[in-house]
């Protein structure tokens, strides 16, 4: 994992004006639907506390998600994380190896599957 985001890192050091606010408006936006509608059902927290791996599956997949366009039903964002969460519990990855390459791209891959069909 630290070698992943150092490289990435040092690829995207020097980024576009147009880049750095694309960026930055997907940003913003996935960290307000997060506060808004996932926080408080507790959703990054299937467990006792903040679960990094669930996090990061939720993040970058409704990250990705937002670039392709707004989300406008907040009940099918929180059908979709609450599946997407129990699909991790099942196949093990937020509680076992959770920072191996292959565990991070398939909770990614995961999250993003859920996201693309939410309006």
Request: glycine share 4%.
């Amino acid at each position: 994992m630290k070698t992943f985001l150092n490289d990435f890192m040092a690829k995207n050091r020097n980024l576009s004006g147009d880049l750095c606010a694309r960026f930055r408006h997907i940003f913003e936006n996935t960290m307000e639907l997060v506060s808004r509608y996932l926080l408080k059902p507790d959703v990054l927290r299937p467990e006792r506390a903040l679960n990094v791996a669930v996090a990061d599956a939720v993040l970058v997949g409704l990250a990705r998600r937002l670039d392709k366009g707004s989300i406008c039903d907040p009940q099918a964002l929180q059908s979709a994380t609450k599946r997407l969460v129990n699909l991790l519990k099942t196949a093990e990855l937020y509680t076992v190896g959770t920072t191996t390459k292959d565990r991070v791209q398939e909770r990614i891959w995961l999250a993003c599957q859920e996201y693309d069909i939410v309006r």
